[in-house]
């Protein structure tokens, strides 16, 4: 039994149909695990996306992380600010 809030079957079906990070995610990731001595502060995938999503939607103007430990989070914070201007400025099909 998982030690989180969710059972395992949620748990793994939220991994298996979550989007993976950019590779430069995967990376600092990657870096974090093999680096840091307390990798397991680290925001999962799952929860990163979240945040990317509630970030894409709330349109805020300014994002505010506040105690950072390898910087991750933050920057899928930012990863899903400039998806949004992206999108944003993408041109809109006229039908």
Same mark, same amino acid.
Not at 24 to 30: E, F, S, V
């Given at each position: 039994? !998982? #030690?989180?809030? *969710?059972?395992?079957?949620? $748990?793994?079906?939220?991994?298996?149909?979550?989007?993976?990070? %950019?590779?430069?995610?995967?990376?600092?990731?990657?870096?974090?695990?093999?680096?840091?001595? !307390? #990798?397991?502060? *680290?925001?999962?995938?799952? $929860?990163?996306?979240?945040?990317?999503?509630?970030?894409?939607? %709330?349109?805020?103007?300014?994002?505010?992380?506040?105690?950072?430990?390898?910087?991750?989070?933050?920057?899928?914070?930012?990863?899903?600010?400039?998806?949004?201007?992206?999108?944003?400025?993408?041109?809109?099909?006229?039908?």
């Amino acid at each position: 039994m !998982s #030690p989180y809030l *969710l059972c395992d079957e949620i $748990e793994d079906y939220a991994a298996a149909h979550t989007t993976a990070p %950019a590779e430069h995610l995967r990376a600092l990731a990657l870096l974090t695990r093999e680096t840091l001595s !307390s #990798p397991q502060m *680290l925001t999962g995938d799952v $929860e990163g996306r979240l945040l990317e999503f509630l970030v894409f939607l %709330a349109r805020p103007q300014l994002v505010l992380e506040i105690g950072t430990y390898s910087g991750y989070r933050a920057r899928r914070q930012r990863h899903a600010e400039r998806a949004r201007r992206r999108h944003a400025r993408a041109p809109r099909l006229r039908v």
